[in-house]
């Protein structure tokens, strides 16, 4: 396998210092973690939910970044030339697949997108040209496939259905996530003097309706994710990121438990609280981040892995499944908070081009 075996998930991992956090990871646990990821990474590279669940692009790759933040480079590589074999004609994937089988032929805007995120990544980890120019072809596919769906406002609408209709609907995460994705892919365009300008343009169009226009969405607002991914993304910095995320802070996180899925029920997850910390730590609230992920160390496993969640009114584990992706979460956000250069530069936002906005755009703008 190019860029050598993938690790197995019982032997030694020697962790970076960028993992280790006091109060959150030591050494021995931020090592395990990173097992409990390998443990679940299949032959073929694919990177499961846990074992005999489904794997998802999106969450495939968050899990192969923090397998690079560790060192584990091979692991990722292979998780990425899991997606460059399972790419569909028309540059997608699809939504879920099950032992490499599809399970889910919808195709979703944000886990096709992601997957540029995770290579320029991997890139300022391993500084891999030869690697890079392989995969590029795959990037620039899925980010045409990507672009086919964006419409007239900017937006980009969720998915493609099975049937290859198209739903007249953008969702806010999603497209906080894809406007981030778009920023890294003309990032790797620029690193391999592929000019991209119609990308740059998307990236410019799309930024701007995550940044001011919430009407453009369908409302999911009691969902967390809505609140902090236009900041996670890179849309929102300074007083503006600031502003959004003192707004909702109270109805999302709860004291020493972690961050709500969903605003009205009693159910903290882990995936989320990392990811808030990691919008934290990228608007310079790096002591609250740290507070969030100490918060959730009650969902840790022995194993390393964490749970997905935990009712808090019951006092239960749920749902019980130890997900790749949670754990990928919450190494990415205490790299960046260990200052790991391919984190921070990814999602601190400042050194990724930042595309163009049109005539339209411009005029609001002034």
Not at 274 to 290: I, K, N, Q, Y
Request: hydrophobic content about 40%; glycine content about 10%.
């Amino acid at each position: 396998m190019t860029g050598g075996r993938v690790t197995g998930g019982t032997g030694p991992v020697a962790v970076p210092d960028v993992l280790v956090l006091p109060g959150v990871l030591d050494p021995g646990q931020a090592a395990a973690t990173v097992r409990s990821i390998l443990a679940e990474q299949r032959a073929d590279g694919g990177i499961p939910w846990f074992t005999g669940g489904h794997l998802d692009p999106w969450d495939h790759t968050e899990a192969a970044m923090a397998l690079d933040v560790a060192g584990e480079h091979a692991a990722a590589e292979a998780a990425y030339r899991w997606l460059m074999r399972h790419q569909n004609p028309d540059g997608s994937w699809y939504s879920a697949y099950t032992d490499g089988v599809p399970t889910d032929r919808n195709r979703e805007s944000n886990f096709c997108a992601y997957i540029a995120v995770g290579v320029w990544h991997h890139h300022l980890a391993t500084g891999d040209d030869t690697f890079l120019e392989q995969v590029w072809p795959t990037v620039s596919r899925a980010v045409e496939f990507v672009l086919d769906l964006q419409r007239a406002d900017g937006t980009v609408a969720w998915r493609r259905d099975e049937d290859g209709g198209v739903p007249d609907e953008a969702l806010l995460t999603g497209c906080a996530s894809v406007h981030h994705a778009l920023r890294c892919a003309l990032a790797i365009a620029e690193c391999l003097e592929e000019p991209q300008p119609d990308w740059e343009l998307a990236a410019g169009r799309l930024g701007h309706a995550v940044a001011g226009h919430p009407e453009a969405f369908l409302d999911k607002d009691r969902y967390s994710m809505d609140w902090y991914y236009p900041v996670l993304g890179t849309a929102l910095r300074g007083a503006a990121a600031e502003e959004r995320i003192r707004r909702d802070w109270d109805r999302f996180v709860v004291p020493g438990l972690g961050v709500r899925c969903v605003s009205d029920r009693p159910w903290v997850t882990g995936g989320e609280s990392a990811e808030l910390a990691l919008a934290l730590w990228a608007v310079g609230e790096s002591d609250r981040a740290v507070e969030i992920l100490r918060s959730i160390q009650h969902l840790r496993h022995e194993d390393g892995g964490y749970w997905t969640g935990y009712v808090f009114e019951d006092d239960a584990v749920w749902p019980e499944e130890r997900t790749t992706w949670t754990a990928g979460a919450l190494l990415l956000a205490v790299a960046a908070l260990g200052g790991d250069e391919a984190t921070t530069t990814v999602f601190g936002g400042a050194l990724l081009p930042t595309g163009l906005a049109d005539e339209c755009c411009a005029a609001e703008a002034r």
